[in-house]
């Protein structure tokens, strides 16, 4: 395939805009297909929609990977892949292409309208990959999103086309025989250090390539085949299978049929051990890591010291892939082989044990991350779960299906409010949590705790009535039942509420009355200093700018001994903000900086927008207008993925007000406004790079054709979308450290 021969135009004084995008490094050589690569180009140039499909393990997943990567630079605003089979619930469709494409938004937009405002100007090419069982919603959501977006294209890959109108489907056949010879040949020489057939070895080969009808998957099955057999016995074996196991329905396709023999002739080289870890780890979404596998899959046939050479095993002949990860090294089946896998251990009759299994350990692992998140390994905990969500949703599946076990999805929903708050998944959250509440289930623990943590995410996404709704319902419930914890966090999101919406008093005395209840059940983690944080923000806008810094002081203190940096972020914040109104602005920037690299770096949009709000008002009291209306712009083109610019807040809004103030009476009202809007064309990452210094002077290319467009949508300087709270938007605490019990290390806030 030619490279594209028409790039997005850039003036010539502009540095090329950088390629964003998901695009997955490739792990080893792509082999053959140039016939293809070269047809499917110019089918993208006729059409912005084109499904490549074929019958399963032909190779669709990394001919269209390749593809991307080919034509990348076409696209200004990137290339992005969305895998989709690991996403079972329709509803859950949007998310996933809203998380593939690395968006963040705090609202209650739907995910369906955060996509299609991304897309609507943007000039990108969406890769959906395994959206087979998903076809309908898909269709719906693909035939929706390029009415709306007339510069997105999208590459589709599944076993049958989409069926919008529009599409272009290529059909991906087996490799040709050539093609296939050079991809067992490699293959096989990475099991097998120098090998390469000649003479009557080629010819078995060649017999071998063409009895699996030139198909990738059956090929690299039958390549790793021969870390322990020759080609002969390959052959021989598969032979045997071909008369068989003629793979189910005699109407079936041949080449449907030869891919399930491949499969099912590897399955039947299997040891009884290989074969029943094989049909145990069907029951992951996604990857998984050595743990859950020595855990879930281990038992009386399977000694748990056994399960690493099983493991091992099966990764040398293909059956699972082995991948990197932030969280270390992780494994995954491929679907058509988790498939398989899955029949077999319905066949078994073992596979409802399993799948509970399965969701005993990410409850778990749920609850460990939770207890992390406090803790130094609080960047860990985000990692994990962000690696594991797949099975997350899994499990919360599981305990749905059943009306005993629905306040166990309860207890998981609640259980990951710190990803859902701190990590940007607020939208997810919130169709979770919601989901899990609908169910009818006693008001114990689980279901309190998910209550809270609904009416947390409500307050956050700008839906007071949802907050109060849930907030009220929760300490209501938890009082009857003597629930204290509950009634904490219930008045604690009260308090936080009270604060967005401008009634500091108010947040001042349901905040105070929080630390009082934690400091008596002996609470202590990221909740309660938030609630310090939000106390010390309404305590400094009544104007006790001292106290405020005292109370957030106290609380950094906390968080450099427990590892804490997400509550900390917010702290400096108030800390910044304390230090701007007494006019130490060189202290101030110092605040805010540390805030704003530890907001982006949890991918916390309201943290981000709000030191960034900060640090335009002390760019302009240092001398730079131009700055400063800059950093405004970038303000204002996350706060529509936040909510209401500032809250819709008089005090929050104050900073801003006086920046744009300043700023407009140094430049006019016409640089001023024509630096706003360069400064809307910065991503969040070049915003925060911008902001922290490292690009102090004004950017090249900002109004070039590859820039990022401004938002539709996009708030104009003082207006916004629908309110969202904060997911600490400002500040509480008490005026003495609180104390951690020497067994618990659990404690709270000693009132003064």
């Known amino acids: 395939m030619r490279r594209p021969q028409r790039p997005c135009p850039t003036p010539d004084d502009a540095e090329p805009a950088p390629v964003r995008g998901n695009l997955p490094a490739e792990l080893n050589t792509f082999v053959g297909r140039d016939s293809e690569l070269a047809e499917l180009e110019p089918l993208l140039r006729q059409s912005r929609l084109v499904t490549v499909a074929g019958v399963a393990g032909v190779g669709k997943t990394r001919f269209v990977t390749r593809a991307a990567i080919l034509m990348e630079k076409r696209y200004c605003d990137g290339v992005w892949i969305a895998e989709l089979s690991a996403v079972q619930d329709p509803a859950l469709l949007e998310h996933a292409l809203v998380e593939a494409l690395g968006l963040t938004d705090h609202t209650s937009k739907p995910p369906r309208t955060v996509l299609i405002e991304h897309c609507a100007e943007r000039r990108l ?14 269709a719906g959501l693909v035939r929706e999103l390029l009415r709306r977006a007339p510069r997105l294209q999208v590459l589709a890959a599944g076993r049958r086309p989409l069926r919008v109108d529009g599409e272009l489907a290529f059909p991906l056949l087996p490799m040709t025989d050539d093609d296939a010879l050079e991809l067992f040949t490699r293959r096989a020489a990475a099991v097998r250090p120098g090998f390469r057939p000649a003479g009557g070895d080629l010819e078995t080969a060649r017999e071998l390539c063409s009895r699996l009808d030139g198909i990738p998957l059956a090929l690299e099955l039958a390549a790793g085949r021969l870390r322990a057999l020759t080609m002969e016995q390959v052959l021989h074996r598969l032979d045997d299978r071909f008369r068989l196991l003629t793979g189910g329905s005699p109407s079936a396709l041949p080449r449907h049929r030869t891919l ?10 299997c040891t009884p051990e290989q074969r029943l870890l094989w049909a145990r780890l069907s029951v992951f979404a996604g990857q998984f890591d050595l743990e859950a596998v020595e855990y879930i ?3 009386p046939c399977l000694p748990v010291d056994s399960v690493l050479d099983v493991l091992d095993e099966l990764l ?8 990197d990860s932030p969280v270390g090294s992780r494994y995954r089946l491929l679907d058509t082989v988790r498939e398989y896998g899955a029949e077999w251990l319905r066949a078994t009759g073992d596979a409802e044990r399993l799948r509970r299994r399965h969701r005993d350990w990410y409850l778990g692992l749920a609850t460990w991350c939770e207890l992390d998140w406090f803790s130094p390994r609080q960047a860990e905990a985000a990692a994990r779960v962000d690696s594991e969500l797949p099975n997350l949703r899994r499990a919360m599946e599981c305990s749905m299906e059943s009306p005993e076990e629905v306040h166990l999805a309860q207890y998981l929903a609640g259980t990951l409010w710190f990803y859902w708050v701190g990590c940007g998944r607020l939208s997810e959250g919130r169709h979770w949590l919601d989901h899990v509440l609908e169910a009818e289930s006693p008001y114990d623990h689980s279901r309190l705790k ?25 300490r209501e419930e938890g009082e009857h039942s003597g629930d204290a914890t509950a009634v904490a966090y219930a008045v604690h999101r009260t308090g936080c509420l009270s604060i967005v919406t401008d009634d500091p008093v108010r947040a001042e005395e349901l905040l105070r009355e929080a630390l009082g209840r934690y400091r008596k059940i002996g609470e202590l983690n990221s909740n309660v200093l938030m609630a310090q944080v939000e106390l010390g923000m309404a305590v400094a806008f009544r104007g006790d700018l001292d106290t405020a810094a005292a109370i957030c002081d106290e609380v950094r203190e906390i968080c450099e001994d427990h590892g804490e940096r997400w509550a900390l972020a917010y702290a400096l ?5 304390a230090a701007l109104q007494s006019g130490a602005s060189g202290r101030a920037r110092r605040m805010l900086g540390e805030s704003l690299s530890i907001a982006h770096a949890f991918h916390d949009l309201l943290g981000t927008v709000l030191s960034l709000e900060l640090l335009a008002l002390i760019t302009v009291a240092e001398g730079n207008a131009a700055e400063a209306a800059v950093l405004q712009g970038a303000a204002d083109r996350i706060w529509p993925s936040v909510g209401l610019p500032l809250f819709g807040s008089v005090h929050y809004g104050r900073p801003r007000a006086e920046c744009e103030e300043r700023a407009r009476g140094e430049l006019g009202d016409e640089r001023y406004d024509a630096e706003r809007r360069s400064g809307r064309r910065l991503d969040a990452s070049a915003a925060v790079t911008r902001a922290l210094g490292a690009g102090a002077v004004d950017a090249p290319g900002l109004e070039d054709a590859c820039a990022v467009p401004d938002e539709p949508g996009a708030a104009p300087e003082g207006d916004g979308t629908a309110p969202e709270g904060t997911s600490g938007a400002g500040a509480a605490g008490e005026k003495r450290r609180p104390a951690a019990s020497r067994t618990t290390r659990r404690g709270g806030p000693e009132l003064g």
Not at 316 to 323: D, G
Not at 451 to 469: F, K, R, T
Request: proline share 3%.
């Open 260 to 269: 399930r023999t491949a499969i099912g002739w590897s399955h039947e080289l």
């Open 450 to 474: 998910a209550l809270w943590v609904l009416g947390y995410v409500a307050v956050l996404q700008g839906d007071p009535v949802g907050a109060v709704s849930a907030l009220q319902e929760c």
């Open 573 to 577: 914040y108030v800390l910044g903000f």
């Open 297 to 299: 899959c281990s038992g």
């Open 316 to 323: 040398a002949q293909s059956v699972v892939l082995r991948e």
């Open 125 to 138: 090419l969406l890769v959906i990959d395994g959206f087979e069982h998903l076809a309908d919603p898909c």
